[in-house]
């Protein structure tokens, strides 16, 4: 009996630890529910960024940003922005972002810049953004 209640107590432990983590309103995921309960006049992808996680769009702040010592940017130099992917495809800049239905994703992750570094290595200095849509499934 001990050993089905550990058993039921772990299984309802990681269900929960995994809808925590990508539960409507994180910060660094949207998922198709935030979508469809956002509202009208997003079309794409940047538009749903713009209202749902602006912040996702703007420069990071600190010694890594602009000018930062990680990537040798130099003083100066245009300002970084996020690398946008989409189904696990490295796009050439953030106009990527509006090539993307919102009808087509199925969910948007933020990585800020050290899990964007961790995960997909050095030249993320603003993060990444990683679109999956049905197209990936």
Do not use: C
Not at 7 to 31: E, H, M, N, P, W
Not at 41 to 61: C, S, Y
Not at 68 to 86: C, F, H, K, N, R
């Amino acid at each position: 009996m001990l050993r089905f209640l550990t058993r039921t107590l772990l299984l309802l432990f990681a269900v929960s630890s995994a809808a925590f983590a990508q539960k409507r309103g994180d910060r660094y995921f949207i998922s198709r529910d935030d979508l469809d309960e956002g509202g009208g006049g997003m079309t794409n992808a940047q538009d749903a960024i713009q209202r749902l996680r602006p912040n996702w769009l703007r420069p990071p702040m600190g010694r890594n940003a602009k000018g930062g010592m990680l990537d040798g940017l130099q003083q100066g130099s245009q300002a970084a922005e996020p690398i946008v992917y989409i189904d696990e495809v490295r796009q050439p800049n953030l106009e990527a972002l509006r090539t993307v239905l919102t009808s087509k994703i199925v969910s948007m992750k933020y990585l800020d810049q050290n899990r964007a570094v961790q995960m997909l290595g050095p030249g993320h200095e603003a993060g990444a953004i990683q679109i999956i849509t049905v197209n990936k499934r």
